[in-house]
């Protein structure tokens, strides 16, 4: 799929890049790193779930700043699977570990009975960080305008 499938089915529009709200949501998912490292180890399902919360985030800053906006019922699904798109092939597994903490994540909010291990927790936080650091790059790389914010 590419971005004019996505627009026909219509799970996005076209949208100008809005700057600020790009970089808002970019420190926002940082943010959300450091309050899930900082609550590890006294609820680690929990910092699972902020940690997944930080990655959408920054791959919504990055479909945004590709002047696009998902819109629609499935949004969550729409932003992993155009998040695939713009991290292409070279990235593809980035984009595998993004869809993976979405899922766990999901699953730990729709049935909060359901552990996560300690491990899982770990891995995702490390996936975590590296998947929101590697996407503002590319965001930022594509419009240096977000380096100035």
Request: hydrophobic share 40%.
């Amino acid at each position: 799929m590419n971005f004019k499938d996505f627009k026909e089915r219509g799970l996005i529009e076209e949208n100008p890049p809005n700057f600020k709200q790009i970089s808002n949501l970019q420190a926002r998912a940082f943010k959300d790193l450091i309050t899930a490292e900082t609550i590890l180890e006294t609820d680690p399902e929990w910092a699972y779930t902020i940690a997944y919360q930080a990655t959408m985030r920054a791959a919504k800053a990055l479909i945004l700043s590709e002047g696009y906006r998902p819109k629609g019922r499935e949004q969550q699904r729409t932003i992993v699977q155009l998040t695939a798109v713009i991290l292409g092939k070279g990235l593809k597994t980035l984009a595998v570990k993004f869809d993976r903490i979405g899922r766990k994540g999901q699953w730990f909010i729709e049935d909060p009975d359901k552990p996560i291990s300690k491990y899982e927790v770990e891995e995702a936080m490390k996936d975590a960080k590296e998947f929101v650091e590697k996407v503002i790059d590319i965001a930022r790389e594509r419009n240096p305008q977000l380096s100035l914010l």
